[in-house]
């Protein structure tokens, strides 16, 4: 695996690869991986001849008071397991390479960046669209692989490539949960004891989602408060957001139809996590001793809209 700093070098390897008719799969990360990154990469492996991982720690998507400086960091760490998966680049750059100080263009996708996750993040969407933008442009990879976890992300990039006329297409993977229901994510690292206890309430009010909608329930006045009481009851919690939307406005949803986004994000402590759950993935989970969440499988249908 060599590990390519500059974006000059990356366009040398893209153009040397791309000669040899092998096409290129894209895993954008910010690093300290874990699992679920991996299995990204597992599937840009199938998808593409060449995998090229980015690990950046983009500064453009944190809020002033928020965690750039103290996102967990490993290098050494994500370039051995990187190398363990066979993965042919790995694509890491200094901030200044990706943004110097005279850097002035940004890419926003209008209202779908100001609701859930935007509405509490200010700008953190546009930072996202400018740095995916950008790595598209270095890298031209044919496929790009992200994770269900962060949907609005997923649905947010996905307008931004239809809109822009990206020549990529979308992978959007099942969420990837530790053994006990907690979906993996860089900054459980800031949890303690207590705290990983409590983060568990993330999947079981959704297991609770889908427990009412296996009953046939579909109201979500009725869904929507029951996830809140269970979480507000654990210590260290605090809800930012849990609501249901339309998948491709994001516009609350008071039926719990086919498709529909059942979303939340909640501070453990002083550490926010987010969780989803897809109506329309509801009765196809799979159980792990009750809490096991995950779809079986969650990809792009042929208008580039997530299913299943």
């Known amino acids: 695996m060599e590990i390519v ?8 390897v893209v153009r040397t690869e791309k ?6 799969g894209l895993v954008p990360t ?10 990204l990469v597992r599937i840009s492996k199938k998808e593409a001849d060449v995998t090229v991982v980015s ?3 983009n500064p453009t998507q944190f809020g002033p008071q928020e965690d750039f400086r103290s996102y967990p960091r490993d290098m050494e760490r994500d370039a051995s397991l990187l190398r363990a998966e066979g993965v042919d680049y790995l694509f890491a750059p200094e901030a200044e390479e990706m943004f110097p100080s005279e850097y002035r263009t940004f890419v926003e996708v209008k209202d779908l960046q100001d609701v859930l996750c935007g509405r509490s993040r200010p700008g953190h969407f546009r930072g996202v669209c400018t740095v995916v933008a950008k790595l598209f442009h270095i890298v031209e990879p044919a ?8 949907a609005q992300q997923a649905l947010i990039l996905n307008r931004m490539v239809r809109d822009l006329n990206v020549n990529v297409r979308l992978v959007v993977a099942p969420i990837v949960r530790e053994a006990d229901g907690l979906a993996m994510s860089s900054r459980n690292a800031y949890l303690n004891p ?16 889908r427990i009412l909608l296996d009953g046939g329930e579909r109201r979500a006045d009725r869904v929507l408060p029951v996830l809140r ?10 809800v930012d957001y849990i609501e249901a939307v339309d998948p491709d406005t994001l516009a609350p949803a008071p039926v719990l139809s086919p498709g529909t986004l059942i979303a939340l994000a909640v501070f453990i402590g002083r550490t926010r996590l987010i969780d989803n759950l897809i109506v329309a993935a509801y009765a196809q989970f799979e ?20 299913k299943g």
Do not use: C, W, Y
């Not at 910010?30 to 299995?39: A, D, K, N, P």
């Open 5 to 12: 700093t500059s974006i000059a070098r990356m366009k040398v």
């Open 19 to 24: 000669d040899k008719g092998r096409s290129i």
């Open 30 to 39: 910010m690093g300290f991986l874990h699992e679920g990154h991996l299995s």
């Open 55 to 57: 690990l950046f720690v």
């Open 143 to 150: 496929v790009a692989v992200f994770g269900r976890k962060d």
């Open 194 to 209: 207590g705290e990983r206890r409590s983060a568990l309430v993330l999947s079981r009010s959704l297991g609770e989602a």
């Open 229 to 238: 009481s269970m979480i507000e009851a654990e210590p260290s919690t605090r």
């Open 287 to 306: 159980e792990n001793e009750g809490k096991d969440f995950t779809p079986k499988v969650v990809l792009l249908d042929a208008q580039n809209r997530i």
